[in-house]
């Protein structure tokens, strides 16, 4: 059934994406499956589009507010010095936004550069509700938002 993406969104509104940080107006915040970086997550646009552009006038808007509320949440939770917002959709097309936090005490050679160029994701520290559990709880907290 689809691209991950849309497995994604799938299992979101099915209540079964361990994943799931919250519903937001735009779609699903998701906790990254792994953690290269403390706090990074994804937002997946519900309903599923290709990309930004096939949004429209207040949907556009919306999707775009809900990238910058959970930036907004994610400053406040994680003590990050920026957020790195990634729309890509390059491998999967189909709208979702990678938020990467960003923090002072990234090593110098890494702090300036895309993370993904620079920290292997797929090694990095898998999710763990006991490690994350209290992330999720702050950002559904300072969102306003749940699982449904």
């Not at 917002?85 to 990234?106: G, K, M």
Request: aromatic share 8%.
């Amino acid at each position: 059934m689809g691209n991950i993406i849309e497995r994604k969104v799938a299992a979101a509104r099915a209540g079964s994406n361990p994943y799931v940080i919250g519903k937001m107006l735009s779609g699903w915040l998701l906790i990254g499956e792994t953690q290269p970086l403390h706090g990074y997550c994804q937002l997946l646009a519900d309903p599923v589009v290709a990309t930004l552009n096939d949004l429209e006038g207040a949907e556009r808007a919306q999707y775009l507010e809900d990238m910058a509320k959970a930036g907004d949440a994610l400053l406040a939770v994680t003590g990050a010095a920026r957020i790195n917002y990634e729309t890509w959709a390059n491998q999967e097309p189909s709208l979702h936004t990678h938020l990467v936090p960003r923090y002072l005490n990234e090593p110098e050679n890494c702090r300036t550069r895309p993370a993904c160029t620079v920290y292997d994701y797929a090694a990095a520290r898998p999710f763990s509700m006991d490690l994350d559990g209290p992330f999720i709880a702050a950002m559904r907290t300072f969102l306003g938002i749940g699982p449904t």
